[in-house]
């Protein structure tokens, strides 16, 4: 039972333009949710995030949108770099009640940004 | 550099034997997980400990094991290692927020 998707496995950019990565949940009781930037042998690195009473939250060349009624997230990065390609994992947390805020991450989005 | 740290990076073992994992968190962060990430699984939550305590488990069988100390570093215990143990271990932490930080990672092998 795969609580966070995301669908695209690979996307590929021409620097400069726009870069999109989607996400979607299932578990409604979700409710932060994190984008996490990962090179090969290194540990995800934190990107941003968005607590579920935002719609959007924004960083330097990165937004988050939350459309929660569609169970929906969406990263935007411009523009886009080509050291920003990496693999980007979707995570969410909640639904577990108390102070429990294990990840629950998506498989991924290979992320290729061409000069 | 996330201020999380983990030794060693690369462990190689035979089927059968026991590894230790050994994470240190970030100053002040209470919490650390750890997350298992195999090629067919992607980043699985395997166990929480805040301030010392278990607070929650997730996918992590019987024949692991953790602990957090005093001086909340962490260790994870994988013993009678099989093949399909093999992959990169992680841990995080995080103070009372969700946001967790991890570290650069152990990878793992069984042979």
């Known amino acids: 039972d795969q609580q966070v998707k995301q669908n695209s496995p690979s996307l590929s950019v021409q620097e400069g333009r726009i870069s999109i990565l989607n996400c979607d949940y299932t578990?409604?009781?979700?409710?932060?949710f994190l984008w996490y930037k990962k090179y090969p042998a290194e540990g995800p690195t934190f990107l941003i995030s968005?607590?579920?009473?935002?719609d959007k939250n924004e960083d330097g060349r990165f937004t988050v949108f939350l459309n929660k009624s569609a169970k929906h997230l969406s990263l935007h990065i411009v523009p886009s770099q080509p050291g920003d390609s990496a693999v980007y994992f979707c995570?969410?947390?909640?639904?577990?009640?108390?102070?429990?805020?294990?990840?629950?991450f998506g498989k991924g989005t290979l992320l290729t940004v061409n000069p | 550099d996330s201020g999380v740290t983990q030794t060693p990076k690369h462990l190689i073992t035979a089927t059968g034997q026991r590894v230790t994992l050994r994470c240190s968190p970030r100053?002040?962060?209470?919490?650390v997980y750890w997350y298992q990430q195999s090629l067919d699984q992607g980043l699985q939550f395997l166990i929480q400990?805040?301030?010392?305590?278990?607070?929650a488990k997730g996918n992590i069988l019987e024949r692991f094991s953790a602990q957090q100390f005093p001086d909340l570093h962490s260790e994870l215990n994988l013993s009678s290692l099989e093949l399909g143990d093999s992959a990169l271990y992680f841990c995080?932490?995080?103070?009372?927020?969700?946001?967790?930080?991890f570290g650069p990672g152990t990878r793992l092998t069984v042979l």
């Open positions: 995080a932490s995080s103070r009372s927020t969700d946001t967790q930080y």
């Open positions: 578990n409604s009781m979700f409710d932060y």
């Open positions: 968005i607590s579920s009473i935002k």
């Open positions: 995570a969410a947390s909640g639904g577990s009640g108390g102070s429990n805020y294990k990840l629950t």
């Open positions: 100053s002040g962060d209470l919490s």
């Open positions: 400990y805040y301030n010392g305590e278990e607070r």
